[in-house]
Nanobody, 127 residues
Framework: QVQLVESGGGLVQAGGSLRLSCAAS????????LGWFRQAPGKEREFVGR????????YYADSVKGRFTISRNNAQNTVYLQMNSLKPEDTAVYYC????????????????????WGQGTQVTVSS
C-alpha cells in the first residue's frame, strides 16, 4: 500500500516562502516519478511540477516557473516543493502524486499520469 503524506503548508504573506514535503511509504521510492498539483477553491486541480525517478529532470507549469523548485531525497523517501515569491493566487491545497516509471522524459502533467495521491496540505498566501 503506497501512502503519501504532505506537510509544510500554512499561512504566509505575499513574497514569502514555504517548503512543502511529501513523505512516501514506498519500498522502491527511487522507481517513482513524483508530481505536485494544486487545487484552489472553485477550480479544477492543476499541475504544478514534476520530478523524474532520478531527480535529473524537473518540469514546471508556466505559472510557477522560476519561483518553485522540486527536489527529492531518495534515501529519505521524500520529495520537496520549495515555493518562493509566493503570490495570493498560489493559495490552494497542494497534493503530491506518484507514478512508478523509469522514464527520464516522463510527462506527468495530468492527473491521470499518476497512480497514488496524498491528502493534500493547505497553502494560504495573504496580500
Amino acid at each position: 500500500q503506497v501512502q503519501l503524506v504532505e506537510s509544510g503548508g500554512g499561512l504566509v504573506q505575499a513574497g514569502g516562502s514555504l517548503r512543502l514535503s511529501c513523505a512516501a511509504s514506498i519500498r522502491t521510492f527511487s522507481h517513482y516519478a513524483l508530481g505536485w498539483f494544486r487545487q484552489a477553491p472553485g477550480k479544477e486541480r492543476e499541475f504544478v511540477g514534476r520530478i523524474t525517478w532520478s531527480g535529473a529532470s524537473t518540469y514546471y507549469a508556466d505559472s510557477v516557473k522560476g519561483r518553485f523548485t522540486i527536489s527529492r531525497n531518495n534515501a529519505q523517501n521524500t520529495v520537496y516543493l520549495q515555493m518562493n515569491s509566493l503570490k495570493p493566487e498560489d493559495t490552494a491545497v497542494y497534493y503530491c502524486a506518484a507514478k512508478e516509471t523509469y522514464s527520464g522524459t516522463y510527462s506527468g502533467t495530468t492527473d491521470r499520469d499518476y497512480d497514488f495521491w496524498g491528502q493534500g496540505t493547505q497553502v494560504t498566501v495573504s496580500s
